[in-house]
């Protein structure tokens, strides 16, 4: 089992940049055996796919999110980042980070039933 901690979530003005952190740490575990994912909720909305990076470093991205985000892991710091740039109202929200334990490295995963380890989120909010 992996616990995972976000951090660097904040208020930030429209047009703004933040960086997300999600550190793993656990008894026994591996990072680099796991497929990662961030996700996001905002009050009244369902839990919504952000990006997610594969084992070997493959990422995706949900549409709204690409040329702003970047999604990149550090195996050796046992952290994965969100850099986000270009931040929208509409980005405000609840950002949780997720890992999956997979044997598939080139698999990044993009539904919120595919990971089974959460961090307890970092609150985002973009103001006009």
């Known amino acids: 089992q992996v616990q995972l901690v976000e951090s660097g979530g904040g208020l930030v003005q429209a047009g703004g940049s933040l960086r997300l952190s999600c550190a793993a740490s656990?008894?026994?575990?591996?990072?680099?055996?796991?497929?990662l994912g961030w996700f996001r909720q905002a009050p009244g909305k369902e839990r919504e796919f952000v990006a997610a990076?594969?084992?070997?470093?493959?990422?995706s991205y949900a549409d709204s999110m690409k040329g702003r985000f970047t999604i990149s892991r550090d195996n050796a710091k046992v952290t994965m980042y969100l850099q986000m740039n270009s931040l929208e109202l509409e980005d405000t929200a609840e950002y949780y980070c997720?890992?999956?334990?997979?044997?598939?490295?080139?698999?990044?995963?993009?539904?919120?039933?595919?990971?089974?380890?959460w961090g307890q989120g970092t609150q985002v909010t973009v103001s006009s």
């Open positions: 997720a890992a999956r334990l997979t044997g598939e490295r080139g698999t990044a995963y993009y539904k919120p039933n595919d990971y089974n380890n």
């Open positions: 656990g008894r026994t575990f591996t990072f680099s055996m796991y497929a």
């Open positions: 990076i594969s084992r070997s470093g493959i990422t």
